[in-house]
């Protein structure tokens, strides 16, 4: 295990630029099982649940190369054939790692009719059950079974059908897993209330890509008509908007000129928004967003999540690390997740004034922070520690910080070329 050893106080310069976007790259790895030819991914993100997907698509049966070395150069690529796919089964040891890979429950089911899936656990943030998924997938015709912790799934004879479905709850995963399923099912599926995440749109680009027939993109209803035979496809992976979000304020909390290039500029704005709202200096020129230090103090706002084109969920915990040296008090407001404030007792040893009223957190901005000895719990708090590290007086060390591993992709070298002091060590 490794830790990070950081000292606050260094002002941030020079350019940053955003790798794929992790929750975008683990639906398209996915969706190479509804095809027997290779699906080709660009720009994927090197990080952990990615290599815990082509793991999963590896012991399947399926052929799996991540990140091949082309003279001796790491390619952020992903070359994925399932046609040799022996094994519908997703176990459970690599389940508990990444629930993620709920994601091939849809596929599975409509390319090969059957599928054995670890049922997620729990997690840091919540309970995080897949009955939504479960719902939809058997208005198709899907039939479930439980035994020791899997479900056994299996489509109709004949394969699925489509159906009108409508999610009482937006799920991000739960509709991309039922748009995967509907694009081989029979006939015709509507699905209402869909997720309107950029990643869901840009899983739904990469199906069309491959020959599904899918309406509605970017609004909360798609529409999709079953095909026969869906073919392989090249995709480059969109910008990753929750990295970027998490560069953008490490660059607003620690002061100085950063550029963030290459960001997903339209999926952000309800972050822009609100950084802009607390005083944050934020320049846009076509892709690269530009924070630069203003004399003023950040002003406290107060943030609810929702989801998309709401203020993410994702970015709630490196948004209230910023609100802890802001001047007044914020109001953030969790509505996603059950648990997801895990951050704020560490913040908290750093010398931040929070207090914990239901699902909101009233953060009081204070001076200054103090660096303290923290614990990551979740991947997102783990950037909200480092974050607030990076402005707290003195030594901090993030331990357990294979969390951030899971989902950043080598944030802490980025931070470092910004000037950042920040070292990685071996935990003993
Ligand atoms: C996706 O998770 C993301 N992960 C999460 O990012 C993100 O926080 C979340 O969407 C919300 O935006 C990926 O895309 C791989 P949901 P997902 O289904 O799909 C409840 C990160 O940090 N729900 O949209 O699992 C659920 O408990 C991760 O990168 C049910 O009750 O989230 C939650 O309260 C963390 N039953 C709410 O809905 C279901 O069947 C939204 O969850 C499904 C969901």
Redesign the pocket.
Known sequence: MDKLIIEGGSPLFGEALVSGA??AA??LMAASILSDEPLKLDNIPKLG?LITMGRLLDYMGGKVTLYPQIDGQLHEQAHLDMSSLKLPEAPHELVKTM??SA?VLGPLLARHGRARVSLPGGCA??????????KALSQMGATFDLSQGDVIARAPVGGLKGAKINFE??????T?NVMMAAVLAKGRTIISNA?R?P?VTDTAKALISMGAKIKGLETDELIIEGTEYLSGANHTVMPDR?EAATLIIACALAGGRCSIVGAPVGALAAVIDKLIDSGVNISILGQTITIESSQEPLKAVNVTTS??PGF???AQAQFMALMTVARGASIITET???NRFMHVSELRRLGADIALEGRSAVVNGVLKLSAAPLTAS???ASASLILAALVARGQSVVHRVYHLDR?YDRLDEKLRRLGAKIERVKDR
């Open positions: 992790k929750n683990l639906p649940d629930r993620a994601l943030i919540g309970v995080r059950p897949i009955d939504l998924h479960l709850t937006v799920t991000v995963t739960g991309e997720a995440e990643e929750v989801p998309y993410p969920t994702d996603i997740f059950e979740d991947l997102r989902g």
